[in-house]
Every structure is written in structure tokens, then in C-alpha cells.
């Protein structure tokens, strides 16, 4: 062992199927970055919002110097490279992001990959010394993005979270007085993500590409064939590497909607419904969901809709007893078309001017409550997107006309249940009585345990079986 260099090891270790893997140590340079110090950073994942990642990082000559440019398939490279060299930048690129974190030079990681690997590279990072900025949500599930948050803590990094409405000064105040009291109890705080998701079709098994490290991108995935609906983007519709819509667009609307619940972490108790309806595809997760949390006082009421709607709605609303706030920042009466300026309440966002110069304040400041979007925030937020998911894959399929029992006779529950219906019925011509709703487990959250209560079936959905050396460890030591 001690003639191998560390990256030989890994390769041995991956070729001999070693189960566990750890960076330990820090391989960072220890130096203090000034205010005039470029901050060294890799990028991982180069499509999709990696491209947002390498634009808005390779425009700050001034503080930041990319040095890697990191994705297992080298077709995304090319253009990359030319992106970001264009405005000065000359990284190395690599396919593996172990390579990367190697570099004691390096001070900071952008994780852009798909979801299943977001909490495992952070937590790499954070042990190999460097700080994150990573793509919500910051996890794939429960239990790995709880991990990310004490190794942050552990090795004293800077971890900021991709929910970039936190850095907006209008949501901060929105939430604020949401928060307050100003217009009494927050009855309902709503999240939606209404947008059009069509059919992804069918992909036959095939050998994948060249270019591709099929067992890279895989990571902590299960060993599974490779078919192309998997590389780019509609790895966002199984449940090995993405979490749905709720757990992509929608994980921002339910960051913004428990933003705005006073002092709300996770709820205690969860449901959701729905369906992948209006076609047949190779898709697994849902596109049309409505969740519903219990937040004390306060209901949180999530909806997905994936099919054509006239209602163009990524958005929130929070609900009072006498009316609610849009995004626009403005009170409405029920039933007024006007409303009224809310208060100004909050000025409280970090340093540094958008959400990636937060963060790269954040970096040179060493200070986590600089950060607009703290990766505890993330774990939160992305995890109440994992526990809709859990009770949606535990449900049982039924008739909607069994709503009211499902959703246990809950009136704002079944109301919007009832949209849900006429958005299917009447803007998608689904026939209702010959397709089935999923009616989702209702699960009891014991918060302080970040787990269910009485249910083993459940609590095993809030991590997976890691596929070596791609491992999550249990706990921190």
C-alpha cells in the first residue's frame, strides 16, 4: 500500500469492489484567501445547470479561477472548455471528481450532477477540505443529506445550497412577514410547480457510449443497464437517480413555502397523492402530485402538475385568515382583484451580490452565516420533497371518488385535490374512471429523529443501499 500512489489505490480498490471509501485528511492549502485572492474551483456536472454554474462563475476573473472541469462523459467537455476559456479560464478537465479533490490547491467544489450524486461528492469535499456549492437538492434522500450537514460542520466548511430565491430580497421579505404575524396566523403556505413535462417515451438497453464512465455516473446508484433516457436529463424521472419534479423545480417553491412557517423544520406528519397520467412512458415518478404537511398551526400544501395547464404557475402563496400574499409582494383580501404593499420587514441577505457571490464571499470570509442558503436549510427543504416521495411510493391505487377517505377529510386538502381533478379531466381529457390515483401512506414524522414513527417500511425509503465504493457512511465519527 505504501508504494501506491492515493490515485492508484482508487483505482484498485473500485476494480476490486472495496465497499467503503473515505477522504480523510485535508488536502486543501490552508491558506487564508484575502480579498484580492482568486478562489480555485472545480465544477462538477457540465450540462443542464452546470452550464449556469460555468456561466456565472467563469465571468468572475476578478475572485475565481476555474481549475476543473468535471464530468464522466467527455462529450460535455468540448464545449465546456470553450466556454469558459473564452473569458480566460484553463482548466484541467477530468472524469472522476475524486481526481480533482486530490489537488491540495484546490479550495471549492459546484456539484451540477444528477441528484444521486449531490450529498455524496459534498460530503467528499467537506473531508477533503474544500467548500460547496451544491445543486439542489442537496441530497437524494433523507439520510445522506443529514450527513452532508455534520460533515460540513465536522471539517468546518462552507456549504451553500442551489435554492437561489434565498438570496432574493423580495422573498426575504415575503417570508418575513409571512413569519411575523403581521396579518395573523399562517394558515396554509403553498408551493407550485406547474410546469409541462411530456412523454419521455422508451429506450431500449443498448451499450453506452464511449465517452461515457457509465459506472462513474452511476456512482451510488444501483448497478443497472444503461438506455439513454438515463444521460442528460430524464434521469430526473426514476427514483435511482432523481426524485421527481417535486424534488427538482418544485424543491425551490417548497424551500420558499417553509421558509415563510415560523421556526418550521420538518413536519409532523406527511401524505401525498397522484399519478403519472396522460401517457405511458419509461418514467417512474409523478407528474401530477399534491402534498400535504402538517406544520402545527400551519399546513404546508405542495401541487406538481407535469401535463399542459393554462395556469403557468412556479410560485407561492401564503394564506391568512383574511387573505394572502403572492409574489408580488402584496396582501389580497379573499375575493379582491387589488391588494396592498405588505411591510418591510427583512434586509437580511448575506454579502457578495447574487446567489454564487454569496457564496464566494462566504468562502473568503470563513463565516456559514454569511451564507443566504446554509446547507441545514437545504437538508430541510429537500427533505420534505423525500418524505411527499415516501408516502407516494407506499400508497395503493384507487378510485378518486375515495379522496375524502384518503385524504382523511380535510377540507383545503381535498379542495385542491378537486383542481387536480379538473386540471386532468378538463385541460387533459383523462378519463378519471378508468385510471387509478396513487392515495399515498400517511406517515407520522418524528422530527427530532429526522425518522417515521412505527414504520420500518417507511424508514428504510430515508437512505438506500449504496453500491461500493460510492458509499454514504452511516453516521460520523
Given at each position: 500500500?505504501?508504494?501506491?500512489?492515493?490515485?492508484?489505490?482508487?483505482?484498485?480498490?473500485?476494480?476490486?469492489?472495496?465497499?467503503?471509501?473515505?477522504?480523510?485528511?485535508?488536502?486543501?492549502?490552508?491558506?487564508?484567501?484575502?480579498?484580492?485572492?482568486?478562489?480555485?474551483?472545480?465544477?462538477?456536472?457540465?450540462?443542464?445547470?452546470?452550464?449556469?454554474?460555468?456561466?456565472?462563475?467563469?465571468?468572475?476573473?476578478?475572485?475565481?479561477?476555474?481549475?476543473?472541469?468535471?464530468?464522466?462523459?467527455?462529450?460535455?467537455?468540448?464545449?465546456?472548455?470553450?466556454?469558459?476559456?473564452?473569458?480566460?479560464?484553463?482548466p484541467q478537465t477530468v472524469a472522476d471528481i475524486r481526481t480533482a479533490l486530490e489537488d491540495k490547491n484546490l479550495d471549492a467544489v459546484t456539484v451540477a450532477t444528477p441528484n444521486h450524486w449531490h450529498a455524496l461528492i459534498t460530503i467528499w469535499a467537506c473531508q477533503a477540505g474544500k467548500d460547496v456549492y451544491v445543486e439542489k437538492p442537496c441530497s437524494h434522500n433523507v439520510h445522506e443529506g443529514r450527513i452532508a450537514v455534520e460533515m460540513a460542520r465536522k471539517h468546518q466548511r462552507i456549504v451553500q445550497h442551489g435554492t437561489q430565491s434565498r438570496s432574493s430580497g423580495s422573498w426575504d421579505n415575503i417570508t418575513a412577514v409571512s413569519r411575523s404575524g403581521h396579518y395573523g396566523q399562517l394558515k396554509v403556505a403553498r408551493g407550485y410547480c406547474y410546469k409541462n413535462r411530456s412523454s419521455i417515451g422508451m429506450k431500449e438497453i443498448t451499450t453506452p457510449p464511449k465517452e461515457l464512465d457509465f459506472n462513474i455516473w452511476l456512482g451510488p446508484a444501483a448497478e443497472q443497464p444503461f438506455h439513454a433516457n438515463l444521460v442528460h436529463y430524464n434521469w430526473h424521472w426514476f427514483w435511482e437517480t432523481g426524485n421527481g419534479d417535486i424534488g427538482n423545480q418544485g424543491v425551490h417553491q417548497m424551500d420558499i413555502a417553509r421558509w415563510g412557517i415560523k421556526d418550521a423544520t420538518l413536519p409532523t406528519s406527511v401524505v401525498s397523492v397522484g399519478?403519472?397520467?396522460?401517457?405511458?412512458?419509461?418514467?417512474?415518478?409523478?407528474?401530477?402530485?399534491?402534498?400535504?404537511?402538517?406544520?402545527?398551526?400551519?399546513?404546508?400544501?405542495?401541487?406538481?402538475?407535469?401535463?399542459?395547464?393554462?395556469?403557468?404557475?412556479?410560485?407561492?402563496?401564503?394564506?391568512?385568515?383574511?387573505?394572502?400574499?403572492?409574489?408580488?409582494?402584496?396582501?389580497?383580501?379573499?375575493?379582491?382583484?387589488?391588494?396592498?404593499?405588505?411591510?418591510?420587514?427583512?434586509?437580511?441577505?448575506?454579502?457578495?451580490?447574487?446567489?454564487?457571490?454569496?457564496?464566494?464571499?462566504?468562502?473568503?470570509?470563513?463565516?456559514?452565516?454569511?451564507?443566504?442558503?446554509?446547507?441545514?436549510?437545504?437538508?430541510?427543504?429537500?427533505?420534505?420533497?423525500?418524505?411527499?416521495?415516501?408516502?407516494y411510493r407506499l400508497g395503493t391505487e384507487g378510485s378518486f371518488a375515495t379522496k375524502a377517505d384518503a385524504l382523511r377529510g380535510d377540507k383545503a386538502a381535498i379542495a385542491t385535490f378537486e383542481k387536480m381533478e379538473d386540471h386532468l379531466a378538463r385541460e387533459n381529457k383523462v378519463e378519471l374512471a378508468g385510471v387509478k390515483c396513487r392515495f399515498g401512506r400517511a406517515l407520522t414524522v418524528d422530527v427530532k429523529a429526522e425518522s417515521f414513527t412505527n414504520d420500518a417500511e417507511a424508514n428504510a425509503l430515508l437512505t438506500r443501499n449504496y453500491r461500493g465504493p460510492f458509499v454514504v457512511p452511516q453516521k460520523v465519527s
Amino acid at each position: 500500500m505504501s508504494h501506491l500512489s492515493r490515485r492508484q489505490f482508487l483505482q484498485t480498490s473500485a476494480a476490486a469492489g472495496i465497499t467503503t471509501f473515505a477522504i480523510s485528511g485535508t488536502k486543501s492549502s490552508g491558506n487564508v484567501l484575502g480579498a484580492n485572492d482568486r478562489v480555485q474551483v472545480g465544477i462538477a456536472g457540465l450540462n443542464g445547470r452546470g452550464k449556469s454554474h460555468m456561466g456565472e462563475l467563469s465571468g468572475r476573473k476578478d475572485d475565481v479561477e476555474i481549475a476543473y472541469l468535471i464530468d464522466p462523459d467527455q462529450r460535455t467537455w468540448p464545449s465546456a472548455l470553450k466556454s469558459v476559456s473564452d473569458k480566460g479560464h484553463k482548466p484541467q478537465t477530468v472524469a472522476d471528481i475524486r481526481t480533482a479533490l486530490e489537488d491540495k490547491n484546490l479550495d471549492a467544489v459546484t456539484v451540477a450532477t444528477p441528484n444521486h450524486w449531490h450529498a455524496l461528492i459534498t460530503i467528499w469535499a467537506c473531508q477533503a477540505g474544500k467548500d460547496v456549492y451544491v445543486e439542489k437538492p442537496c441530497s437524494h434522500n433523507v439520510h445522506e443529506g443529514r450527513i452532508a450537514v455534520e460533515m460540513a460542520r465536522k471539517h468546518q466548511r462552507i456549504v451553500q445550497h442551489g435554492t437561489q430565491s434565498r438570496s432574493s430580497g423580495s422573498w426575504d421579505n415575503i417570508t418575513a412577514v409571512s413569519r411575523s404575524g403581521h396579518y395573523g396566523q399562517l394558515k396554509v403556505a403553498r408551493g407550485y410547480c406547474y410546469k409541462n413535462r411530456s412523454s419521455i417515451g422508451m429506450k431500449e438497453i443498448t451499450t453506452p457510449p464511449k465517452e461515457l464512465d457509465f459506472n462513474i455516473w452511476l456512482g451510488p446508484a444501483a448497478e443497472q443497464p444503461f438506455h439513454a433516457n438515463l444521460v442528460h436529463y430524464n434521469w430526473h424521472w426514476f427514483w435511482e437517480t432523481g426524485n421527481g419534479d417535486i424534488g427538482n423545480q418544485g424543491v425551490h417553491q417548497m424551500d420558499i413555502a417553509r421558509w415563510g412557517i415560523k421556526d418550521a423544520t420538518l413536519p409532523t406528519s406527511v401524505v401525498s397523492v397522484g399519478g403519472r397520467f396522460g401517457y405511458t412512458d419509461q418514467g417512474q415518478t409523478a407528474n401530477t402530485q399534491i402534498s400535504i404537511m402538517d406544520f402545527g398551526p400551519t399546513q404546508l400544501i405542495f401541487e406538481v402538475r407535469g401535463l399542459s395547464t393554462k395556469d403557468k404557475l412556479v410560485t407561492n402563496r401564503f394564506e391568512f385568515e383574511d387573505g394572502y400574499i403572492k409574489e408580488d409582494g402584496k396582501f389580497y383580501k379573499w375575493g379582491a382583484d387589488a391588494g396592498e404593499t405588505i411591510p418591510k420587514l427583512a434586509n437580511s441577505r448575506g454579502p457578495g451580490g447574487g446567489h454564487f457571490g454569496n457564496f464566494i464571499a462566504a468562502v473568503k470570509s470563513r463565516r456559514t452565516e454569511n451564507l443566504n442558503a446554509d446547507i441545514l436549510e437545504g437538508h430541510y427543504s429537500s427533505s420534505l420533497c423525500h418524505l411527499a416521495n415516501i408516502s407516494y411510493r407506499l400508497g395503493t391505487e384507487g378510485s378518486f371518488a375515495t379522496k375524502a377517505d384518503a385524504l382523511r377529510g380535510d377540507k383545503a386538502a381535498i379542495a385542491t385535490f378537486e383542481k387536480m381533478e379538473d386540471h386532468l379531466a378538463r385541460e387533459n381529457k383523462v378519463e378519471l374512471a378508468g385510471v387509478k390515483c396513487r392515495f399515498g401512506r400517511a406517515l407520522t414524522v418524528d422530527v427530532k429523529a429526522e425518522s417515521f414513527t412505527n414504520d420500518a417500511e417507511a424508514n428504510a425509503l430515508l437512505t438506500r443501499n449504496y453500491r461500493g465504493p460510492f458509499v454514504v457512511p452511516q453516521k460520523v465519527s
